[in-house]
């Protein structure tokens, strides 16, 4: 499974960027994924998830109402909508599979991947 992210930039304070996740073939389907961000000096950090079925998402509390994260019915894509940005958000952003397809056991705050994109940098500049 590759996980090709793209997206990133550089933009403003108060600016908007659309982070995208492509996979080759349907192998999102059926799988939670999420967005992950890590910082400068800072561990990763879980941004937004969203559930296999679409349904359920979960944010981060730092990012609420800010962002939003979707999917594509095909399985083969998955985004990440942000808006009002600013430069705390500044990080290299991660796309990640969940581990286990069409699981239930445990909360989407909780995703334990399998498969990461590579990393697309985003800075918000002051």
């Known amino acids: 499974v590759q996980l090709q992210a793209s997206g990133g930039g550089l933009v403003q304070t108060g600016g908007s960027l659309r982070l995208s996740c492509v996979a080759s073939?349907?192998?999102?389907?059926?799988?939670?994924m999420g967005w992950f961000r890590q910082a400068y000096g800072k561990e990763r950090e879980l941004v937004a998830a969203?559930?296999?079925?679409?349904?359920?998402?979960h944010y981060a509390d730092s990012v609420k109402g800010r962002f939003d994260i979707s999917r594509d019915g095909a399985g083969s894509a998955v985004y990440l909508h942000m808006n009002s940005l600013k430069p705390e958000d500044t990080a290299v952003y991660y796309c990640?599979?969940?581990?286990?397809?069409?699981?239930?056991?445990?909360?989407?705050?909780?995703?334990?991947?399998?498969?990461w994109g590579q990393g697309t940098q985003v800075t918000v500049s002051s």
């Open positions: 990640a599979r969940d581990g286990r397809k069409y699981y239930a056991g445990r909360p989407l705050r909780a995703i334990e991947p399998d498969y």
């Open positions: 969203i559930s296999w079925s679409g349904h359920t998402k």
């Open positions: 073939g349907r192998t999102l389907d059926g799988y939670h």
